[in-house]
């Protein structure tokens, strides 16, 4: 079945770096859109960054444009997600999702993993 599981985050001083890695299972990564998303403590889930099957094509959230990059490795079956510059605004939970179509609507998308914590403090 699918299966999403996400990795890397933790504990980190503004300014800092994090890979967030989703390990898929039980599907091909490259025949899917797939995007990441956060959720703060009492805020709505909101779309991070996502990138379209096959070719590639990639979208950002304004609040992250610059500073977060999204990739895959399709020999590893991982999608990532490459955080610099970061802000305790980016202190959330993320989670990685297969969508239908590249957008940060999250309702478009099907399948979710668990989540990683990111928190960003000094």
């Known amino acids: 079945q699918v299966q999403l599981v996400e990795s890397g985050g933790g504990l980190v001083q503004p300014g800092g770096s994090l890979r967030l890695s989703c390990a898929a299972s039980?599907?091909?990564?490259?025949?899917?859109?797939m995007g990441w998303f956060r959720q703060a403590p009492g805020k709505e889930r909101e779309g991070v960054s996502c990138?379209?099957?096959?070719?590639?094509?990639?979208y950002y959230a304004d609040s992250v444009k610059g500073r977060f990059t999204i990739s895959r490795d399709n020999a590893k079956n991982t999608l990532y997600l490459q955080m610099n510059s970061l802000t305790p605004e980016d202190t959330a939970v993320y989670y990685c999702?297969?969508?239908?179509?590249?957008?940060?609507?999250?309702?478009?998308?099907?399948?979710w993993g668990q989540g990683t914590q990111v928190t960003v403090s000094s």
């Open positions: 990138i379209s099957k096959s070719r590639g094509w990639t």
């Open positions: 039980g599907f091909t990564l490259d025949y899917y859109t």
């Open positions: 999702a297969t969508g239908r179509n590249c957008g940060l609507n999250p309702h478009e998308y099907d399948y």
